[in-house]
Structure formats: structure tokens, C-alpha cells
């Protein structure tokens, strides 16, 4: 049976992926000034050099952008004590830029892993493995393979 704290974080990492999949980056922007500590610690490689919560808002100016009606669906979610992992796969059409390529209209599915640690109920750090090679292969961004 999962502990209050559990439940909370689980709760509060559903109410981040609800905002993200209203692909509204007001939206998205805001819930994470409400969930997400100032001072995050942010483990994932951001090519715009930003660090903390600038970042993590950095990466959904540039999904939206991209992929305007991106999703998230959380296909496995475990809760222990301040961390939670979650195993997502992210689906969408390439509608906006993306890294130097224009709108394609192609669609991806890849998969990603995080684990989130929180603190005073706010995510505090995160860690996250995104399949980023099957994203740009079926955008057709790697020679030598086919979308």
C-alpha cells in the first residue's frame, strides 16, 4: 500500500503530465511554477544551455513547437518514498522546427524513462533517458534510414 507522501508525488507527477498533454504552453508553463522547486536539478541533456525549472520550460516551448499536439502516455509508473519512475511513450506529428527541420508531417513514437525525486511536495530532480535516435529516424534526420 503506498505511503501519503507516494500518493502525493504521484498525484502531483500526474497533474505535471495532465498540463503537458493540453499541448497549452500557458499551461504547461504555469503548472510547472506550481509543482516543480525553482531550484530544480535538471539531469537530461538541453541544447539551449538553460539550467532548472528555465530548462524543463525550454524542452516544452520547443516539443510544442514542434510537435503541437504532442502526448505523453505513462505506461508504468512506481512510487518509493521521495522518488518516482515513470516509463512513458510520447507520440505526436511533426507539424513545427525541430532542430533545423522544417515541418515534415510525419509522426513519431518513442520511449523515455524518468525518475523524479520531490521534495516539500514539489519535483526537486529529475533524471530522464529519452529514445531520441527512434525520434530522429522517423523524422528521417539520420542518413541512412528510413522514417
Do not use: C
Not at 525549472?53 to 513547437?65: I, P, S
Not at 522546427?97 to 520531490?118: A, H, W
Request: hydrophobic content about 40%; proline content about 6%.
Amino acid at each position: 500500500m503506498p505511503t501519503e507522501q507516494e500518493a502525493r508525488n504521484k498525484a502531483t507527477f500526474s497533474r505535471f503530465h495532465d498540463a503537458v498533454n493540453s499541448s497549452d504552453l500557458d499551461v504547461v508553463s504555469r503548472t510547472i511554477d506550481e509543482v516543480v522547486a525553482p531550484d530544480l536539478l535538471f539531469h537530461a541533456p538541453v541544447p539551449s544551455g538553460e539550467t532548472g525549472v528555465e530548462a524543463l520550460k525550454h524542452v516544452w516551448t520547443v516539443l510544442l513547437r514542434a510537435f503541437p499536439g504532442i502526448r505523453v502516455t505513462i505506461e508504468d509508473m512506481i512510487a518509493e518514498g521521495d522518488r518516482i519512475v515513470s516509463r512513458q511513450t510520447v507520440t505526436g506529428t511533426h507539424l513545427g522546427e525541430y532542430r533545423g527541420l522544417p515541418p515534415t508531417g510525419r509522426s513519431v513514437i518513442y520511449d523515455e524513462i524518468f525518475i523524479v525525486r520531490f521534495e516539500g511536495g514539489r519535483i526537486a530532480e529529475i533524471w530522464g533517458v529519452v529514445d531520441v535516435y527512434a525520434q530522429l529516424r522517423q523524422l528521417g534526420m539520420i542518413p541512412g534510414s528510413a522514417p
